[in-house]
């Protein structure tokens, strides 16, 4: 496992870096990361990124924003295109920001997008996980009747109306087959 990469000269990744915010897809998805990591070194997640980018990016200006959610789409629908639990928009972000040289308005071209979607597969994929965390990683904690941002997957778009309606002991399948590790939440959305 590589511990950084230099993208375009100008973009250096330490992935170890990312690895807190990724704590919880990493888990999600650990029953995943053999296939996950073949689908990177053969190329298919690059392919699928490039099929989606093309697909996403509807103003023919070559890039996606974060500010309108294009970025968080983007990278959600190439996770699940791999059946894949995509990462949380807080846990693109330091990426995200890696690329955007710091600047949170600012819309990233094809190949930073690509590359950045790579940085994230390669920081979540980077190495086993143990007892559902990575090594040395802690889980998010929540508490019951807690406000979070909800992904919805039928919709691939974030809505900031739910509230933490359990959290999982220990770790079982939930809705649609997923499993999900301990310290996971279910989420009550709110209309």
Known sequence: STPSLNYMGRVLVHFEALEPSLAGVQAA??????AAVAALE???VMRTALTTFLAQERDCNGSLSWRTGEVQKFITEVFRQHGLWPPEMHSMYPAYRLFAGGDAERALDSRECLFLLDALFRATFRRDVQDGFPLGALPLQFS???P???FCRGTSSWARDGIVARVLAEGEQVDGGLRMPAG???VVRFP
């Open 29 to 34: 998805n650990a029953s995943q990361r053999d």
């Open 42 to 44: 053969h190329g298919e």
């Open 144 to 146: 019951l009747g807690e």
């Open 148 to 150: 979070v941002d909800v």
């Open 184 to 186: 996971s939440v279910k």
